[in-house]
């Protein structure tokens, strides 16, 4: 038998993400029922406790409170998954985890699609891994990441270099960039389109308004409630990690 998806469940933090699924799904397959929508690790463990196993789960790999990998150790799923996540360096652990597929974000239709139509036409049998992991690594190729800015500057246009920018920082729906030595331009990309585009190995989200270069944190301290609170060095900006990232966050420093 082949499989027939009624209900599918998505994990997924970001909700810019989450609707952008939600809308892929109702073009491809309307008639599924998408059953919940969930932004953490302990929020799906929970879930997954009260609920039956949907037919699929389109999962995220960076959630609110950590990686989704960590629900595989915490309760028994049951159903495949098809990973998502914008950093490609997850690829084989993905599949050690009842994985049809791994999209790279940001998601396209024709690619969703194709992982739907995968699941859908394969007899239900165990699946092989290995052999996914190796068509896997044959089409992947590794994400090249923003290594610069060129800003409209007086009469002409300037270069800025990445890893001279100290954070990003959103108000007012504009972004802006402060630079190391403490100047602060205009982008006109969104912290949503930087957090795609910037190496995670130097950057991170800390909250909806700020994205933080590793370099530019002087000092880290326990704030109240679980928080953190960031000392960005040459600057009086204030940025705080919530409770569910920090120990993301920590994890990610300490790296």
Not at 49 to 74: C, K, R, T, V
Not at 199 to 222: C, M
């Amino acid at each position: 038998m082949k499989h027939t998806i009624r209900k599918i469940l998505i994990l997924e933090d970001e909700k810019l993400n989450a609707e952008r699924i939600q809308r892929l799904m109702r073009k491809i397959r309307p008639q599924i029922e998408i059953v919940n929508v969930l932004p953490s690790v302990k929020k799906t463990v929970d879930w997954l406790a009260d609920n039956d196993n949907p037919d699929l789960i389109i999962m995220d790999i960076q959630l609110a409170d950590g990686l989704s990998f960590e629900i595989f150790n915490l309760t028994d799923v049951k159903c495949p998954v098809i990973f998502t996540t914008a950093y490609d360096e997850y690829a084989v652990k993905a599949f050690k985890y009842n994985s049809v597929d791994y999209l790279l974000k940001p998601i396209e239709k024709d690619e969703l699609e194709a992982a739907i139509l995968k699941f859908e036409n394969t007899v239900q049998q165990p699946y092989q891994q290995y052999a996914l992991i190796e068509g896997l690594l044959n089409h992947i190729q590794p994400k090249v990441y923003r290594a610069r800015f060129l800003l409209p500057y007086r009469d002409g246009y300037r270069k800025i270099q990445v890893e001279d920018i100290a954070f990003f920082y959103a108000h007012m729906n504009v972004s802006f960039a402060n630079l190391m030595n403490g100047e602060r331009v205009v982008v006109p990309q969104t912290l949503e389109t930087l957090e795609q585009e910037l190496d995670p190995r130097f950057f991170f989200r800390a909250n909806r308004q700020y994205i933080i270069h590793v370099n530019s944190i002087e000092k880290v301290y326990n704030f109240f409630n679980g928080k953190l609170k960031l000392h960005i060095k040459d600057s009086t900006d204030q940025v705080i990690v919530s409770r569910t990232k920090a120990p993301l966050f920590k994890s990610w420093l300490d790296y």
